[in-house]
């Protein structure tokens, strides 16, 4: 076990069952422990206790969860995955030596894409697609699987396959993501790419890279260097942050109700408020699922587990 403090927050890292497990509890006058912290503006003793629990070391670039199922995918062409309500995760067998960066699901199909390369879950039969740009975006939307990439790659399969679209921008993009009607792509020098009836290019609000968006039809949270962080409400784009650490990716509840940002060093920023750093090796993908919050990075895979003192019998 290795316990430290950074100011005014107890770091407790310990191995059990092959696993690191990390809390995080804020500490009060002569540090004694006041209670688990779970975000900058909790500090009561009925505050769930925040583990994140390290169920893979392999070097991980993005992740996704959804209803009965999550994946992470990252060098090497690596894929895991965990059926929802298990602990463990599997090895999928690689369909690729390429680097991954980016995964979407809907349903019981599965979209990655990474270095020159489209890997397809069709059912249980997994396909590849090669000879495409360097992507690092891929969402379901309405209009079928989108992947975008370098030098404004935007690709959309339809029954005939993949077909290469018209972006309007030659910045590298970055990440993408589609509500119901919405579909958003960003990337680099602050680009961001709508799609109404073809893609058009938002008035920019930032000049810094735009590294990962979420959205739903009527707002979006979207990240990138220098701690950036812009937000679209009510049709417009506004700069919420604009300084700290490069953020990675970001994720969001449904209905965007709070996000979740990653980056350099372990960064964690919320909707909240930043998060004290417990990882130290940079994170960059996040996803919410139904059993919680899961991270990935160049120390692999983060699970977020709540266990609060009412649940485990300490009223």
Known sequence: MNIEIRGSVLLVIALVGGALVYGAYRLGGHNALVAPLTSPSEATSALPISVWTNASTSPLRAVSSGAD??????????????????????????TTDRTLY??????????????????????????????????????????GPIVVGDRGAVGVEGPSGWRWETSGTQANLRSVCAGLTETIAVGQAGVVLRWAGGWKQDPSVTSEDLESVACDDSRAVAVGANGIVIVR???????????????????????????????????LVRSLGTEPTIMKNDLF???????????????????????????NGNN
């Open 102 to 143: 980016a995964v979407a699901q809907r349903g019981k199909d599965v979209l990655a894409a990474g270095d020159g390369v489209i890997v397809e879950r069709d059912g249980d039969h997994w396909k590849l697609a090669s000879d495409v740009p360097g992507l690092h975006g891929a969402v379901y939307s309405w209009m």
């Open 69 to 94: 199922e999550s994946f992470a995918v990252g060098e090497r062409g690596a894929i895991l995955r965990r059926s929802n309500g298990d602990v463990a995760w599997t090895t999928v067998p690689p």
């Open 285 to 311: 993908g996040a996803a919410e699922g139904p059993q919680g919050e899961l991270l990935v990075g160049a120390g692999g895979l983060f699970v977020h587990n709540l266990s609060s003192p009412a649940a």
């Open 233 to 267: 409400e009510n049709n417009a784009w506004r700069t919420i942050a604009t300084s700290g650490a490069r953020l990675y990716g970001v994720a969001a509840t449904f209905g965007m109700r709070s996000w979740l940002a990653v980056g350099e060093r372990g960064a």
